[in-house]
């Protein structure tokens, strides 16, 4: 049985081995896509686009925002949201009652689904629905998160960002932030907010759209966490962690250094950081070199729940670790020195 | 063992009901099946788009429910909202059918109009079962735990509310004993005449099928591949007692019944493994029949030895014992 935040030696040599199931991708599981963002922030409108296009995807999706604007789809199943306590207000067994119930159901079916497809409601706290495919057994098994994506109503965005939990939150957890309406603001604005955005989220993707309007497989094919794309971001989140931002309440902390890990260390370190933390932490994502080990460590987390998976062979890479945090009142400094004492 | 008929639906079984001599199956998508008396397919009812709810038959007519949100019965159409039915269920007299959408439980009598149900509850309705001896009260379990309610009523008449979730319940038909299995690995039993828990842990799996005998002296769970058999008798019930485990499933049990005849338990799991125990004293022998594809749904019949077995492929049979 998982336990929380002491998985042990989950990073360690003789663990590298394909993961059963968590947050990565995995040819065999159903990708699970989910659209988060304020009222008006246009995810009825994006997910109007996703289902009207021609990709030949079979969809299902799960609506817990039953606005105004219909969406006509055949299976579009309405589901008000329904927060599962597990294990008596530990945050990272807190579960969508909802998804596990319509999932389960949806996952009997012989004709299965391409993707499934969750438009959660605009105050949402995305860290259960994420957690729903990590701590559950059934969901992990069968599905993946492929992607969260935030869509941010560039116009409105400041009037919230400030003083909602939600709105932050929605940010630092996305993968791919979909900064939409992007025509009601003059391009110096939309400067100034992505580089607002980026201060809170590192790695996620942003996109400007008008109207919603992005290819879709920006954010169907996102693919989990992908070892590429961390790779791809990973520059621009250093250089943005050594600025000062004002939104001290959500912020990435990314931490790299050459060389090669001491697998125990590390292990006894992120258990101990999301025991002590992760209430405050939303995502970790990494990349590990282990000592004594040929291939790279992949590493993501959700609040208390971490997971690793095998990433191949380094190959003629030069050896390195890259880490981030994403999170409320991180200490940067802290977080960089326990890092730097796992340091083989 | 002899197969009497057989019917193949569209998909996996979801749920099986009889009436009678009449069987409805209910696959997870696709059209309803009813099997006459004769075992032929009899008629083929409407699904409901995404998904099907599980059905029951109420006043001698299959009402059916879905994600699409609708009930249908007796060529009525009742769409009281858009948030799924998951499944519909009669009280133990016959005379109310009930259904949970969201935070209600809708309830209708038997020409179709809406009762006394229950509006605006803390949690939305994961399951329901209602007390045998009193159709005007029934458990509701969902995120917390099992509340029992008295339709009228603003507050609960008992609560059960451990603080995690439950997702199925079942009230044993001497009235006595409330079982939820619940989203982790586990089940709480309740001891009306005691109003006294029992928290019971250590299942392999989540517990996706249980079921009480009909005279709720045994209590049958999942959890694994190991049928548990709780004894529901005496002054202490479960607590304190060493289960009787049944042992010769390959897979997870997927579905359990006891025959309300017989006493016997058909047990199926996920590799097509249906098991049947015939108990004597504290003592089970076993029949195993293999079936090809994962057995999803189990049934009776309620005066007969027949045994309806439905599949994840859709196929549905009717065996005589």
Redesign the interface.
């Known amino acids: 049985?998982f336990s929380v935040g002491s998985r042990s030696n989950f990073l360690t040599n003789e663990s590298c081995i394909k993961p059963k199931g968590g947050l990565f991708s995995g040819m065999d599981r159903t990708p699970v896509t989910i659209l988060t963002g304020f009222l008006g922030a246009g995810k009825t409108t994006l997910l109007n686009r996703i289902l009207t296009e021609e990709h030949g995807l079979r969809i299902?999706v799960i609506e817990n925002e039953?606005g105004e604007i219909g969406v006509d789809h055949?299976?579009?199943?309405?589901?008000?949201e329904?927060?599962?306590?597990?294990?008596?207000g530990c945050i990272c067994c807190t579960?969508r009652?909802?998804l596990?119930?319509?999932l389960g159901?949806?996952m009997?079916?012989?004709?299965k689904f391409d993707h499934v497809l969750i438009e959660t409601t605009g105050l949402a706290d995305p860290g259960p629905v994420v957690q729903t495919f990590f701590a559950?057994?059934?969901m992990k098994e069968k599905l993946f998160v492929n992607a969260v994506v935030t869509l941010v109503d560039a116009k409105h965005i400041l009037l919230h960002l400030d003083d909602s939990d939600e709105a932050r939150e929605q940010i630092a957890f996305a993968d791919v932030v979909l900064l939409n309406k992007c025509d009601l603001v003059a391009p110096g604005e939309l400067d100034k907010l992505e580089k607002r955005i980026r201060a809170m989220n590192a790695l996620a993707k942003i996109h400007r759209t008008t109207n919603a309007g992005i290819e879709i497989e920006k954010v169907m094919d996102v693919g989990g966490f992908n070892l590429d794309h961390a790779m791809e971001v990973n520059p621009h989140f250093l250089e943005e962690g050594h600025h000062h931002h004002h939104d001290s309440h959500v912020t990435s902390v990314g931490i790299e250094a050459d060389g090669d890990c001491d697998g125990k260390k590390l292990n006894e370190w992120l258990s101990r950081t999301v025991r002590e933390q992760g209430a405050d932490i939303f995502r970790m994502k990494g990349v590990f070199a282990i000592k004594g080990g040929l291939d790279r460590i992949i590493f993501q987390g959700v609040h208390m729940i971490m997971d690793a998976a095998n990433g191949g062979p380094w190959g003629d890479r030069p050896r390195k670790n890259t880490l981030v945090f994403i999170g409320r009142n991180l200490d940067r400094v802290a977080l960089n020195a326990g890092f730097r004492a796992c340091l083989a | 063992m002899k197969q009497i008929a057989a019917v193949t639906a569209?998909?996996?079984i979801?749920s099986l009901a009889w009436c009678g001599d009449s069987l409805a199956a209910t696959p997870?998508?696709g059209e309803i099946l009813v099997l006459d008396a004769a075992g032929r397919n009899g008629s083929a009812l409407a699904g409901h788009?995404?998904?099907n709810g599980e059905s029951a038959w109420f006043g001698g007519s299959l009402a059916t429910c879905g994600?699409d949100?609708k009930i249908r019965w007796n060529g009525r159409e009742i769409h009281a909202g858009?948030?799924?039915i998951?499944r519909v269920k009669v009280s133990k007299d016959g005379s109310f059918l009930g259904a949970g959408q969201?935070?209600s439980l809708l309830v209708f009598d038997q020409d179709g109009n809406p009762a006394q149900g229950l509006s605006r509850l803390p949690?939305?309705v994961?399951d329901f079962a209602w007390d045998p001896s009193d159709s005007t009260r029934v458990a509701i379990v969902?995120?917390g735990g099992a509340r029992m309610w008295k339709f009228g009523e603003s507050e609960p008449f008992a609560r059960f509310d451990w603080?995690?979730?439950s997702?199925r319940v079942e009230w044993s038909s001497c009235g006595r004993w409330l079982v939820t299995a619940d989203?982790?690995?586990s089940v709480h039993i309740y001891d009306f005449t005691r109003d006294y828990p029992l928290h019971i842990q250590g299942y392999e799996?989540?517990v996706r099928a249980m079921a009480f005998s009909a005279d709720g002296k045994r209590l049958a769970t999942g959890g694994g591949s190991v049928i548990t058999i709780w004894p529901c008798t005496g002054k202490t019930g479960p607590e304190g007692v060493t289960p009787v485990q049944l042992d010769g499933h390959d897979g997870e049990v997927l579905a359990t019944a006891f025959s309300p005849k017989t006493g016997q338990l058909a047990t199926g799991d996920g590799t097509g493994m249906v098991l049947i125990f015939t108990f004597e004293g504290d003592k089970a022998t076993r029949k195993r029949l293999r079936l090809d594809a994962g057995i999803?749904a189990l049934a009776w019949h309620p005066e007969k030895d027949w045994l309806a077995v439905g599949r994840?492929?859709?196929a549905v049979s009717i065996l005589s014992l």
Request: glycine letters at 14%.
């Open positions: 049985m299902a039953f055949e299976l579009v199943i309405n589901a008000d329904e927060i599962f306590e597990m294990n008596n579960v009652g909802d596990i119930r319509i159901n949806l009997k079916r012989r004709e559950d057994d059934e | 569209d998909d996996n979801l997870s998508t788009g995404a998904g994600f949100g858009r948030g799924i998951e969201g935070k949690a939305s994961a969902g995120a603080g995690g979730a997702l989203q982790t690995a799996t989540k999803s994840e492929d859709g």
